[in-house]
């Protein structure tokens, strides 16, 4: 088995009296893409924040393949820059020479070509997911992190941007973990999806990613009834941690 | 189909254009004409209220004399070296407290007591220990534009998105890179609002201190006026502040919009 891109084992992390997450343990594959379902409020935005080091976790470890890995957060409401164009939000944090150039040519790679001197404020939603993404992907990461990315989009972009990422991710053999209370798309873009609920994950199982619409129902439905099921009828055979 | 649209985008558009132009100058220009009209029919005592045309006649006299350049070239100098010194200490000060907790604390409380403290307050403390030079009244400029300068680029560094602060720490930049990417450009809108602000005080202070304790300026111009009831002067001193003021107005206005040009784009694109 290759070494894990990221593992966490046994973490818990607590706010005050508030215990965000309890011993929690699962390790993402080099090229995989993981998708981290659940209602709010369940843990799921803290282990990603945990993962990107914006936090540190009260117990437990996280292990990264390499000191220096590389990782990207691409967040829910953008977090674009409103003063800078669409080419200087995406090359803002990359310092070599070549930066413009590699800066347009990831324009390029998410539709964004025509874009360079455009400001957030003049893109449509659709838009400026993808300007967040090119940005993300512009230190050519080798962990993307993706916190509801499509929370705020309308059905048909959602669908779109959906098969976009997952395209990026495959091409680039990129590890993403995604973070989503969308079962359907947690099915749909994900290999392996994991149940986080009241701070434990829960749940793990293959994900349809790729596979035809009705074995992505089917995955949906599974993680649909874990997520709603009382939390005494939580399978403990299948909890992780 | 052309002929529509040149007819559309051609005269009318320019029309328009020029109509909104000259809309702020219409108030003016009738009251003036109000005034001109109430001195020549004699409806004011024009000894008490000299006509518009007098005041300019009065202005073009003092420019030949050469007594109008000077009185406003040592106001500018007064105003802008107070403004620079000013505004100079209470961005850095609004810095030093927005970006670092120990100086807020250690400074904070003194500023905001100091602030509180109208400065033309002042102004029997600063002739008593300065005189009625230069520095008395460049100091009153510089303490009067001081604190708006220091309150807005203090509640702009301390109200920029945490959010954004996050994703740049997030995306790797060094601390310098997230002020002058992050930071800055995030504080520079009430930053300017500050300097907006801050320039009208300056005209105030000025005018207050070229009045009280001067012999040179236009506020000196227009009290030396008032002693020889030289109504021309006293309303032609009037006119230029509003006129410097007016100028001041447009340069911060220009000012904002060469930094904040990205605030006027907007309306998002269909995907």
């Not at chain 2, 009738?30 to 209220?49: D, E, M, P, R, Y």
Request: aromatic residues 6%; neutral net charge; proline residues 4%.
């Amino acid at each position: 088995m290759t070494k894990a891109v990221v593992k966490l084992s046994h973490i818990y992390k607590q706010y005050g009296d508030n215990h965000a997450l309890r011993d929690v343990s699962f390790d993402l594959q080099p090229g995989e893409f993981v998708a981290l379902v659940g209602m709010s409020g369940g843990g799921k935005s803290t282990l990603l924040r945990l993962i990107a080091q914006l936090e540190q976790p009260t117990a437990g470890t996280i292990e990264y393949a390499d000191a220096n890995l590389v990782t990207r957060v691409m967040f829910q409401d953008g977090r674009l820059l409103p003063w800078m164009t669409t080419l200087n939000n995406v090359s803002f944090a990359a310092h070599d020479a070549k930066v413009q150039a590699r800066a347009k040519k990831t324009l390029t790679a998410v539709g964004l070509a025509g874009f360079e001197e455009t400001y957030p404020t003049e893109l449509s939603g659709g838009q400026k997911q993808r300007l967040a993404l090119a940005r993300a992907l512009m230190a050519d990461p080798e962990l993307l992190l993706l916190d509801e990315p499509l929370g705020a989009l309308d059905a048909l972009t959602r669908r779109n941007m959906q098969s976009f990422i997952t395209k990026i991710c495959d091409a680039s053999h990129l590890t993403t973990l995604l973070i989503t209370h969308d079962v359907d798309e947690a099915a749909r873009m994900a290999n392996r999806v994991i149940v986080v609920k009241n701070g434990r994950a829960v749940f793990e199982t293959p994900g349809a990613k790729g596979e035809s619409p009705e074995r992505v129902a089917r995955v949906a439905d599974e993680v649909l009834k874990v997520i709603l099921a009382p939390d005494d009828q939580a399978k403990e055979g299948e909890r992780l941690g | 189909m052309d002929q529509t649209s040149e007819s559309s985008a051609g005269k009318p558009r320019s029309f328009h254009v020029n109509w909104h132009n000259l809309l702020p100058w219409l108030i003016p220009v009738i009251l003036i004409l109000i005034w001109q009209l109430a001195a020549t029919a004699g409806w004011v005592n024009s000894k008490l209220l000299p006509s518009p045309l007098a005041v300019v006649q009065d202005g073009v006299r003092l420019w030949q004399t050469g007594e109008l350049p000077k009185n406003i070239s040592i106001s500018l100098y007064r105003a802008t070296t107070g403004f620079v010194i000013g505004g100079l200490a209470g961005f850095v000060l609004g810095l030093a407290n927005g970006l670092s907790k120990i100086s807020w604390l250690l400074f904070d409380s003194t500023i905001q007591m100091l602030r509180n403290i109208p400065h033309l307050s002042l102004i029997p403390l600063v002739i008593i220990l300065l005189g009625i030079g230069e520095t008395a009244k460049i100091s009153l400029v510089t303490i009067g534009v001081m604190f708006p300068i220091y309150i807005n680029t203090f509640h702009g560094i301390s109200s920029v998105d945490p959010n954004l602060i996050e994703m740049g720490k997030s995306y790797g930049l060094t601390k310098r890179q997230l002020f002058t990417k992050i930071i800055f450009p995030g504080a520079l809108p009430t930053i300017l609002v500050g300097v907006r602000y801050a320039l009208g005080v300056m005209w105030t202070t000025l005018i207050v201190a070229e009045t009280i304790s001067s012999n040179s300026g236009i506020g000196y111009m227009a009290s030396n006026a008032q002693e020889f009831m030289d109504m021309e002067t006293v309303l032609l001193c009037i006119v230029i502040y509003a006129l410097l003021g007016k100028v001041s107005d447009l340069i911060a206005k220009a000012l904002e919009d060469l930094c904040l040009d990205w605030q006027t784009k907007g309306g998002a694109a269909n995907d």
